[in-house]
């Protein structure tokens, strides 16, 4: 029997803005902090506030969003989100003070919320069902591999320039992503008027999106301070490559890992993920040295790395097309909640306890995450099965 059609021009200029779109996130999400205390003067606290604002602000507005798709279609809710987040961008190199950098991220993690919201929607819709864990997985690769290219433009720039280089860096691949956002065209969408108010949340999606959200507490420690954890263990220069080492772990294991979830089923995949998550952290605790560095760099980027499109392929599983939308935004907002807060706390407790040693505590927290998700797949089993009973009526 011949494979459904993946990779479509559709699938493949949503990836490419998706790619962009997540180069300037996590360029400005490894660099943010570290420049509010050397610029700007701001406490650890207040370098936390520009990771925590931001996706504050992108929780809040994903909610709405699916709504917004229902009434005004995927392609107009996706060029306005992109929009905002390239005008946002292009912004920062205008302010020099806290405040009004603090309420540009603001704005900025709305058009993120959207855009995030959007095309993770479109995706879902694209993807064969009989590929669906492959294709989702490959979708979310190209954000895994914005999450190389960002954090090592961010950390050399930020080491030999002023950060409003980056600003403008950040800027124009903001516009690149609004560019292939705008030449994506999607089959004509018959916009819907709501009679009945539909739920802003997706019950049904929200026990793997909490999953999630357990997880990203942890790894938003690694997102948010690496750059200072590399400078105090004397790893400045190799910190740009240690997301060039998740990646290259991540793009070898992910042809394997997207088939085995659509062949054998998620927990094949997702409990080694686990338990190699929590070896890289670790792993990261511990490492006085390049080498040791360098390999909690690969075990957090295969399993990190995998276990986060492993979930959210379930979380859209759990629901029917039309929801997939809502089903999205829960899952993407739960996640900011485990990012920023994760960002909060190793904010409030760098003062006073080694960042190291945050880590290496941090994988007692990842391996109870088994039981979180053991939890989580059960309620979930359930939900699809309802999901499919529906639709056979």
Not at 15 to 25: D, G, K, P, W
Not at 31 to 53: C, D, E, K, Q
Not at 223 to 252: D, K, N, P, Y
Not at 268 to 278: D, E, H, N, R
Request: aromatic share 16%; net charge positive.
């Amino acid at each position: 029997m011949e494979k459904e059609v993946l990779w479509n021009k559709e699938f493949i200029f949503i990836s490419v803005a998706n790619f962009f779109l997540f180069v300037t996130y996590y360029a400005l999400l490894v660099s943010f902090p570290s420049a509010a205390i050397r610029n700007y003067g701001a406490t650890g606290m207040i370098a936390g506030l520009f990771t925590a604002v931001f996706l504050v602000a992108a929780i809040i507005i994903r909610p709405f969003t699916g709504p917004w798709i229902e009434r005004r279609g995927k392609r107009f809710i996706m060029i306005i989100s992109l929009l905002i987040f390239a005008v946002a961008s292009f912004s920062y190199s205008f302010f020099d003070s806290v405040i009004p950098l603090l309420i540009l991220r603001f704005i900025h993690g709305i058009g993120f919320g959207m855009a995030t919201t959007i095309t993770g929607t479109i995706i879902a819709d694209i993807v064969p069902e009989s590929r669906k864990g492959e294709g989702m997985g490959y979708f979310v690769m190209s954000s895994n591999l914005a999450m190389v290219l960002g954090p090592f433009i961010a950390l050399t720039i930020f080491r030999a320039f002023d950060i409003y280089v980056l600003f403008w860096i950040g800027a124009f691949f903001a516009f690149t992503a609004l560019v292939f956002g705008v030449a994506t065209r999607l089959e004509k969408e018959e916009k819907t008027t709501i009679m009945k108010k539909q739920p802003m949340f997706e019950k049904a999606a929200m026990p793997i999106s909490l999953t999630v959200a357990f997880f990203a507490l942890s790894y938003s420690t690694v997102l948010s301070f690496m750059a200072i954890f590399a400078a105090e263990r004397g790893l400045g220069a190799e910190s740009s490559f240690f997301f060039a080492v998740f990646a290259v772990v991540l793009i070898l294991s992910r042809p394997f890992t997207g088939r085995w979830f659509d062949q054998y089923g998620a927990n094949v995949v997702i409990f080694p993920a686990i338990l190699l998550f929590g070896l890289g952290m670790l792993s990261l605790g511990l490492s006085q040295g390049a080498f040791l560095f360098f390999i909690a760099a690969g075990l957090i980027g295969v399993g990190w790395g995998t276990l986060f499109p492993c979930f959210q392929t379930l979380a859209i599983q759990s629901v029917e097309p039309k929801r997939r939308s809502v089903a999205t935004a829960t899952f993407l907002s739960t996640l900011d909640i485990g990012i920023g807060g994760g960002s909060l706390i190793v904010g409030a407790l760098a003062g006073g306890m080694d960042l190291g040693m945050i880590y290496a505590f941090s994988s007692v927290y990842i391996f109870t995450g088994m039981a979180v998700y053991y939890w989580a797949q059960k309620k979930n089993a359930i939900s699809i099965e309802g999901t499919q009973q529906h639709r056979e009526a």
